[in-house]
C-alpha cells in the first residue's frame, strides 16, 4: 500500500473537545469487524461485485483490444453522468499532463483528448459537438439501462451526428458501455450492431470506476491500467482484514460516522493539496452523498440521515472557505489529502530581496509552499478545536489512485453498515429521474 494515514489531529490531543477519544473508536470496533467479516463471505458467495473488479482479466483485455482498435483518434468525448462520468474524469485529471487538451497530438503522444459530457446544459453539450469533428472523435456512451435522461439525450444527438456526417461509418465512431444482456441501450447496440463493453450488473455507477467505465478512457489515454487495479486490488486486502489497527478503512468509517452521529459534524469536506486530486473530492461527493444519505433504514424505520460531502482545493480554497472552517460553526471535519512528492519542482527566483514580502520566498520552491500552507491550515483548524485527518499520496500515479479508489469504496460499504442502512441503492435519484420522464412526456410516467 503506497497511501499513508494519518488520524492524530482527529483525536482530543490535538482537537480538543471536538475530537474523538480512543475509547470511541475501541467501542465500534467489533461492530466494524462484523461488517467486514460480512463482506469477507459476501465477496465469498459472490457478491459485492465491485471489490472483485482489480481480478477481471476478461474486462482488462477487452477495454485493452478495444481501445487499440480506436488508436490515433483526435477525441474521445465520453457521454454519461454521475459515476460513468465523475470516475473517468477523475482518472483524467489525476494522471494526465494538467493541460493535456491543449496539447498537440505530438506532446500528448499520440492519445486523444478527453471530453466529458455529463450535463444537458445545451449551450455546454452544444460547443462539444461543434468542437469535435466526428471523423476524428470517438463517442463512448456510458448508461448501465440507457434509460437515464440526460445520456440518452445526448445519445441521440450523438447518433444523429454520426449518421449525418458519416453515413455508413458512423458505427466505426462509438462505443457503448452497458448491461451485458438487458436495458435499451443493450437492445439499441444489438439492434444497430454496435462495439460494446460490459457494465457488471451488479456494479453501481458510483462504485464502477474500476470496470470498462474507467478502464477503456484509461487505456485510450496511454495511462497504467494495471497499475491502477493492483494498487486497488492490494488496498481491497488491507480493507478487508480483521486486524483493525492494519485496516485504514474501518479506522476511517468508525472515526467519520463517530463525528456525523456523535460529535454534530455532518458536515465531510474533503480537501486537496494538489489540483490533480481535485476531481477525486468530486467523485467522492457522489460516493458519499447518495450511498448514505437515505430516508429509511434496513428495518423501515425513517430516519433521514447522512452526511453531507464539500471539496475544497488547497491553497485555493484558504482564501475563500477557510475563514468559515476556522470561525464559523462546529459543524465539519476535514479529509486532507496531500501530496508528498510532485511531477515538478518549481524554484523560485531569487529576487527583489530588499522586498520583505518577495525575498524570503527567493531560492524556495512552490512546492515547499504548498507544503507549508498545507502544515499551517491543519494546525489553524487543530488551535481552534477543528478535527482533520490526512491521506497522504507519495506521488500522483496509476496505483495511488486505485487504492483510493477502492479504500473509498469500502469505507462507504463499512458506513452503510454503521448507519444500518442499504449505500448501494438510491431512491431519492430515482424519483427525480421518473419525474423528469413524466414532465418530458415519456409514456407510462405521469407529470
Same mark, same amino acid.
Given at each position: 500500500? *503506497?497511501?499513508?494515514?494519518?488520524?492524530?489531529?482527529?483525536?482530543?490531543?490535538?482537537?480538543?473537545?471536538?475530537?474523538?477519544?480512543?475509547?470511541?473508536?475501541? @467501542?465500534?470496533?467489533?461492530?466494524?469487524?462484523?461488517?467486514?467479516?460480512?463482506?469477507?463471505?459476501?465477496? +465469498?458467495?459472490?457478491?459485492?461485485?465491485?471489490?472483485?473488479?482489480? @481480478?477481471?482479466?476478461?474486462?482488462?483485455?477487452?477495454?485493452?483490444?478495444?481501445?487499440? *482498435?480506436?488508436?490515433?483518434?483526435?477525441?474521445?468525448?465520453?457521454?454519461?453522468? !454521475?459515476?460513468?462520468?465523475? #470516475?473517468?474524469?477523475?482518472?483524467?485529471?489525476?494522471? /494526465?499532463?494538467?493541460?493535456?487538451?491543449?496539447?498537440?497530438?505530438?506532446?500528448? #503522444?499520440?492519445?486523444?483528448?478527453?471530453? &466529458?459530457?455529463?450535463?444537458?446544459?445545451?449551450?455546454?453539450?452544444?460547443?462539444? %459537438?461543434?468542437?469535435?469533428?466526428?471523423?476524428?472523435?470517438?463517442?463512448?456512451?456510458?448508461?448501465?439501462?440507457?434509460? &437515464?435522461?440526460?445520456?440518452?439525450?445526448?445519445?441521440?444527438?450523438?447518433?444523429?451526428?454520426?449518421?449525418?456526417?458519416?453515413?455508413?461509418?458512423?458505427?466505426?465512431?462509438?462505443?457503448?458501455?452497458?448491461?451485458?444482456? *438487458?436495458?435499451?441501450?443493450?437492445?439499441? /447496440? +444489438?439492434?444497430?450492431?454496435?462495439?460494446?463493453?460490459?457494465?457488471?450488473?451488479?456494479?453501481?455507477?458510483?462504485?464502477?470506476?474500476?470496470?470498462?467505465?474507467?478502464?477503456?478512457?484509461?487505456?485510450?489515454?496511454?495511462?497504467?491500467?494495471?497499475?491502477?487495479?493492483?494498487?486497488? #486490488?492490494? $488496498?481491497?486486502?488491507? /480493507?478487508?482484514?480483521?486486524?483493525?489497527?492494519?485496516?485504514?478503512?474501518?479506522?476511517?468509517?468508525?472515526?467519520? @460516522?463517530?463525528?456525523?452521529?456523535?460529535?454534530?459534524?455532518?458536515?465531510?469536506?474533503? $480537501?486537496?493539496?494538489?489540483?490533480?486530486?481535485?476531481?477525486?473530492?468530486?467523485?467522492?461527493? =457522489?460516493?458519499?452523498?447518495?450511498?448514505?444519505?437515505?430516508?429509511?433504514?434496513?428495518?423501515?424505520?425513517?430516519?433521514?440521515? !447522512?452526511?453531507?460531502?464539500?471539496?475544497?482545493?488547497?491553497? &485555493?480554497?484558504?482564501?475563500?472557505?477557510?475563514?468559515?472552517?476556522?470561525? !464559523?460553526? %462546529?459543524?465539519?471535519?476535514?479529509?486532507?489529502?496531500?501530496?508528498? +512528492?510532485?511531477? /515538478?519542482?518549481?524554484?523560485?527566483?531569487?529576487?527583489?530581496?530588499?522586498? *520583505?514580502?518577495?525575498? @524570503?520566498?527567493?531560492?524556495? &520552491?512552490?512546492?515547499?509552499?504548498?507544503?507549508?500552507?498545507?502544515?499551517?491550515?491543519?494546525?489553524?483548524?487543530?488551535?481552534?478545536?477543528?478535527?482533520?485527518?490526512?491521506?497522504?499520496?507519495?506521488?500522483?500515479?496509476?496505483?495511488?489512485?486505485?487504492?483510493?479508489?477502492?479504500?473509498?469504496?469500502?469505507?462507504?460499504?463499512?458506513?452503510?453498515?454503521?448507519?444500518?442502512?442499504?449505500?448501494?441503492? =438510491?431512491?431519492?435519484?430515482?424519483?427525480?429521474?421518473?419525474?423528469?420522464?413524466?414532465?418530458? #412526456?415519456?409514456?407510462?410516467?405521469?407529470?
Amino acid at each position: 500500500m *503506497s497511501l499513508s494515514f494519518n488520524f492524530t489531529h482527529a483525536f482530543s490531543d490535538k482537537a480538543g473537545e471536538h475530537g474523538l477519544e480512543p475509547r470511541d473508536i475501541a @467501542y465500534l470496533k467489533p461492530r466494524l469487524l462484523d461488517a467486514i467479516k460480512q463482506m469477507r463471505a459476501q465477496r +465469498e458467495a459472490g457478491k459485492l461485485e465491485f471489490l472483485n473488479l482489480p @481480478y477481471d482479466a476478461g474486462a482488462f483485455a477487452t477495454c485493452a483490444q478495444a481501445a487499440e *482498435s480506436f488508436a490515433g483518434v483526435e477525441n474521445l468525448v465520453i457521454a454519461g453522468i !454521475g459515476g460513468s462520468a465523475l #470516475g473517468p474524469a477523475a482518472i483524467f485529471s489525476a494522471l /494526465c499532463h494538467p493541460l493535456h487538451n491543449l496539447l498537440d497530438a505530438d506532446a500528448r #503522444g499520440g492519445r486523444p483528448r478527453l471530453f &466529458t459530457l455529463d450535463n444537458v446544459d445545451p449551450d455546454y453539450a452544444s460547443a462539444y %459537438f461543434e468542437f469535435c469533428d466526428p471523423r476524428e472523435t470517438v463517442f463512448n456512451i456510458i448508461s448501465k439501462s440507457g434509460a &437515464t435522461a440526460e445520456t440518452a439525450a445526448a445519445s441521440l444527438v450523438i447518433f444523429d451526428l454520426l449518421k449525418k456526417r458519416l453515413g455508413a461509418k458512423w458505427r466505426d465512431h462509438v462505443i457503448c458501455t452497458t448491461d451485458p444482456k *438487458s436495458g435499451d441501450l443493450r437492445k439499441l /447496440c +444489438e439492434r444497430e450492431k454496435l462495439p460494446t463493453l460490459d457494465l457488471p450488473p451488479a456494479v453501481g455507477g458510483r462504485f464502477s470506476v474500476l470496470s470498462p467505465v474507467g478502464l477503456f478512457p484509461a487505456f485510450m489515454l496511454g495511462l497504467n491500467a494495471e497499475a491502477m487495479l493492483f494498487g486497488a #486490488g492490494e $488496498m481491497a486486502e488491507f /480493507c478487508l482484514s480483521v486486524e483493525f489497527e492494519r485496516n485504514p478503512a474501518a479506522q476511517l468509517a468508525a472515526i467519520l @460516522y463517530l463525528f456525523d452521529t456523535s460529535y454534530g459534524k455532518p458536515i465531510h469536506v474533503m $480537501m486537496t493539496y494538489a489540483n490533480s486530486l481535485y476531481l477525486l473530492a468530486d467523485w467522492f461527493r =457522489q460516493l458519499w452523498a447518495e450511498s448514505l444519505g437515505k430516508a429509511v433504514n434496513l428495518d423501515g424505520k425513517t430516519v433521514n440521515l !447522512g452526511p453531507t460531502p464539500v471539496k475544497a482545493l488547497g491553497a &485555493t480554497d484558504q482564501h475563500s472557505q477557510v475563514q468559515l472552517y476556522i470561525e !464559523g460553526p %462546529f459543524d465539519k471535519v476535514f479529509v486532507f489529502l496531500e501530496v508528498k +512528492e510532485f511531477r /515538478c519542482e518549481l524554484k523560485l527566483p531569487a529576487l527583489y530581496g530588499d522586498v *520583505s514580502s518577495l525575498g @524570503y520566498l527567493g531560492g524556495q &520552491t512552490m512546492n515547499k509552499l504548498l507544503a507549508s500552507e498545507f502544515s499551517a491550515t491543519r494546525e489553524a483548524l487543530a488551535k481552534h478545536q477543528r478535527p482533520s485527518l490526512t491521506i497522504s499520496f507519495p506521488r500522483v500515479d496509476a496505483r495511488s489512485i486505485g487504492e483510493f479508489f477502492m479504500l473509498f469504496e469500502i469505507v462507504t460499504a463499512l458506513c452503510g453498515h454503521l448507519y444500518h442502512i442499504n449505500p448501494f441503492d =438510491q431512491p431519492g435519484v430515482e424519483l427525480g429521474k421518473r419525474l423528469t420522464y413524466g414532465l418530458m #412526456g415519456r409514456k407510462g410516467y405521469a407529470k
